[in-house]
């Protein structure tokens, strides 16, 4: 039996998945219907792939970010975690000295967007589920990750960026004091009005 429930839902997964064509309402009677649950990393390439392909969607996430502007366009993006070291700055309060360390960290979803000119942009998200948790120093090492990728051939030269947390209002408020470390914070309410998987009940 509980191989079949598994069977079940991955196959409604997969349809929601590849139905949005076919309208909003179809995708809502089949997430009601099976109970779906995505985890972190589908929606990571849902959001992804959106930012990628629906164009709507683009402009009104930008909008959301420092980079509202029709000049943008995307360009290249990942959502397998890109990972690496960087040379991590931050304070001891033990010692009440700034202590500098190399530290291995990833951003969920790296975005990069060109303008009418050429120059390229980065979003760094950082995507939460409500049951979610950062670990130590994951928020401190968005920005400080984003900049030493600035102008790397690996990330497309981007030359500047903005780091966005996207979690559900209640993550959003039981982690206020880190969530605030972020340049900008979308809900996932706010998102699942665009794209129904995040109006889903995420594991």
């Known amino acids: 039996m509980k191989k079949d429930l598994s069977t079940v839902i991955n196959h409604a997964k997969r349809e929601v998945l590849q139905i949005h064509m076919r309208g909003i309402h179809v995708i809502r009677y089949v997430l009601r219907r099976y109970m779906v649950k995505f985890t972190e990393k589908e929606l990571d390439a849902v959001l992804s792939n959106a930012l990628a392909t629906n164009t709507d969607f683009l402009r009104w996430f930008l909008d959301q970010t420092k980079f509202k502007s029709d000049y943008y366009k995307y360009f290249w993006s990942r959502s397998d975690h890109p990972w690496g070291t960087i040379n991590f700055e931050r304070f001891d309060a033990q010692t009440s000295r700034v202590v500098f360390e190399k530290r291995q960290s990833e951003t969920d979803i790296l975005v990069v967007l060109e303008d009418q000119r050429g120059d390229k942009v980065a979003l760094h998200i950082e995507n939460k589920l409500s049951?979610?948790?950062?670990?130590?120093?994951?928020?401190?090492?968005?920005?400080?990750?984003?900049?030493?990728?600035?102008?790397?051939?690996?990330?497309?030269?981007?030359?500047?960026?903005?780091?966005?947390?996207?979690?559900?209002?209640?993550?959003?408020?039981?982690?206020?004091?880190?969530?605030?470390?972020?340049?900008?914070?979308?809900?996932?309410?706010?998102?699942?009005?665009?794209?129904?998987?995040?109006?889903?009940r995420c594991t």
């Open 131 to 200: 049951d979610g948790h950062f670990t130590e120093y994951q928020a401190e090492m968005y920005p400080q990750r984003a900049k030493q990728w600035m102008n790397k051939d690996k990330f497309k030269n981007y030359t500047e960026f903005q780091t966005i947390l996207v979690a559900p209002l209640l993550f959003y408020k039981r982690n206020i004091d880190k969530a605030r470390l972020f340049d900008c914070y979308i809900s996932h309410e706010n998102i699942g009005k665009h794209l129904t998987e995040f109006t889903a």
